[in-house]
């Protein structure tokens, strides 16, 4: 049997975790495996999630470096990387089994909605994976799966903590161009919805420039709004 790790990163997620969980409960009961990657959270995160999780293992802060301690962790042949926010399709752990298996790639990720009220998000979604499909670079937000072997065969995302997504599709373009999945899952819109659409989409126009041209990545990170990285 070909089994998935479904990576979780999280940092104070005690109102939504049960939330996150509660619907991978059915891959746990096909043998798949759901690991949460804890960034040092001050709420009850870790306790909400031991019941609904494989495990729960604290890493240093940082998506990337959550992401990684918990493919270090992992025993599946395919790692899935999953934000507190995501919800995968019906099916995920077949289509991306099959997926992988048929086309013969080496990583891929799904078509993305976006959940909220404003209708340009929507317009949003769309243009994110029609980049995606053309430029064969993924984002967080689309569910980054791959096979772990090819994994650790890059290196795993890179220790920054913004563009991480855009760094790790890059080294797994040398490998072959992602298997686009048309499934969606099905993101939050709240960062969108809580700054303002048309702020936002600036803002990542902005940044993704930056990072274009050879701009720090800690440097945007800051811009973005994370603050300076904990020292």
């Known amino acids: 049997m070909t089994r998935l790790s479904i990576v979780i990163p999280v940092l104070n997620e005690a109102a939504g975790v049960a939330d996150t969980l509660a619907p991978l409960q059915t891959l746990r009961g096909e043998g798949h495996e759901v690991i949460l990657s804890d960034g040092g959270s001050e709420d009850s995160t870790r306790d909400l999630a031991m019941a609904l999780c494989d495990r729960v293992i604290i890493a240093p802060r940082g998506r990337a470096l959550q992401m990684n301690a918990g493919a270090r962790d992992a025993v599946g042949d395919i790692l899935l990387f999953l934000h507190a926010d995501t919800r995968l399709p019906e099916g995920a752990s077949k289509l991306i089994i099959d997926g992988l298996a048929d086309s013969g790639k080496k990583w891929g990720r799904f078509d993305v909605v976006i959940d909220g009220k404003p209708k340009m998000l929507c317009v949003i979604a769309f243009m994110m ?81 930056a990072y274009f041209f050879g701009a720090d990545p800690e440097e945007l990170a800051v811009r973005y709004g994370y603050g300076p990285r904990p020292k």
């Not at 984002?139 to 991480?164: N, Y």
Request: glycine share 10%; aromatic share 10%; proline share 2%.
């Open 129 to 209: 994976n029609l980049r995606s499909r053309l430029t064969g670079i993924a984002t967080g937000d689309q569910a980054i799966f791959a096979r772990a072997e090819a994994f650790r065969a890059v290196g795993g995302f890179p220790d920054q903590r913004l563009m991480e997504d855009i760094a790790f599709s890059t080294k797994m373009k040398g490998m072959g161009s992602p298997l686009c999945l048309r499934e969606k899952v099905v993101t939050s819109g709240r960062r969108w919805e809580k700054n303002g659409v048309w702020r936002t989409i600036f803002l990542m126009w902005r940044l993704r420039a």
